[in-house]
């Protein structure tokens, strides 16, 4: 089991760190502004990198390189994040990036020629419309209902939390967002069905939350009223829609991870740049023990974690080139796992880093105030709480007796 980078994927990293450093880290207060969104300038810079398209076979205008997705998926999600600690492009481009991926598996043919090649292109947005008013992480008690028709499936329901729907009803078509929806009610998760529902369909309408982070990127509602969708935007089979979206998570939550770990990693950079060059009572502040052992605390978690990470996208990988070589719960508690312990990490990592900085910390001269805000989405929910995930480790180290998804009659994870 070997986690280190190939040749053409240290390049990839690198190349990926000098665009980062040159061209989005000066523009990170500019994109938390929530004015411009993500600039043009920046998407155009990361189709030039290959980013939009590492998930996207070449036959759709992709470079993803079969088996190392993941892979290539971690490494620039965490070095994006390092230049936007406000988290706005990392996840613009893991929502995109990570489920035009779904698209590509479980799309039709028809889909995936009109929307794959966008995605490369940076035309577009992908994202998901899973969490709904009534229920988070409760999935598997969605009321969004579709019922067939001649032409496909007309949908009714809402959707809420959703990112990129400013985005989407700007873009339009073929912009749009994995659906999941109940096509038999009386069967419950065994009743679903995934559906990649088009942007500004008739019958739909968007609201906009106003966030405390993440400004680059808008979050908000969905509402669909007899909004038809075409038959070729079926995902996958009809009634395992739940099946398919848990086989999605894994890869998602990876990159969320991958996200927390960059800003992390630049969290602490930033600290220790701060602590070396002020001094208080005539020495460096990382001289105090008080603040260099906590910052030695933080970066002994974030090693373990960054490890863990690479463990992660490997096992994904490796599993999806050799089917059944690794099981779906170590791949599942490994994920889980990162997805628990990055977010709050990153809390830490960025309060401990603002503290350190006294009052300048508290001001919007400093990064960190914009890793603290955006970080806190992850904490809060963002593909799968906190206290979800230890329901899903629980549930694979220990059997059924131990979710506390089942015991409820539901299903999750």
Known sequence: ????????????????????????????????????????????????????GM????????????????????????????????????VYTLLTAGWAYIVNRFGTRQLKEEVLPR????????????????????????????????????????????????????????????TLVSTDPDKGYRGQTYLFVPANSPGMSYSVYEDMGRMGLSTGGVVYRDVEVPEYCLLGEEGRGFYHLMQSFNLGRLL?????????????????????????????????????FEMVNDWMQFDLLKLNVQRAAWMIAHESQNPGSISYTDINKT???CKCLAPTLGHDVARHGMIYHGAFGYTKETPLEMMLRGIMSYEVGAEGGLNVMRGI??????GDVASPFKSQGGHYG
């Not at 980078?5 to 061209?23: A, C, D, G, I, P």
Request: glycine share 12%; with cysteine.
């Open 55 to 90: 998930s996207i076979p070449e036959e759709y205008g992709g470079n993803a390189i079969p088996g190392e997705e993941p892979i290539y998926g971690m490494i620039a999600i965490q070095e994006i994040a390092r230049g936007d600690l406000s988290m706005s492009t990392s």
């Open 335 to 337: 994920i889980a796992t």
């Open 119 to 178: 995605v490369a292109r940076g035309e577009i947005f992908v994202g998901a419309s899973l969490t709904e008013p009534g229920g988070g992480s409760d999935l598997a008690n969605i009321k969004t209902r579709a019922t067939k028709s001649s032409g496909g499936y007309v949908v009714n329901g809402e959707k809420a939390y959703i990112s990129g729907v400013k985005e989407c009803e700007r873009l339009g078509w073929p912009s749009g967002h994995c």
């Open 256 to 292: 969320v991870v991958s996200a927390c770990t960059g800003a992390i990693e630049r969290g602490l950079e930033i600290s220790a740049e701060y602590c070396k060059q002020r001094h208080t009572f005539g020495r460096p502040l990382i001289k105090n023990e008080a603040i260099s």
């Open 393 to 398: 480790i629980a549930r694979d180290l220990w």
């Open 1 to 52: 089991m070997d986690f280190s980078y190939s040749t053409e994927q240290e390049l990839f990293r690198q190349s990926m760190r000098e665009w980062v450093v040159k061209n989005l880290e000066p523009r990170a207060r500019e994109i938390d502004n929530g004015e411009v969104g993500i600039p043009k300038e920046v998407i155009s810079g990361l189709v030039d990198l290959g980013v939009f």
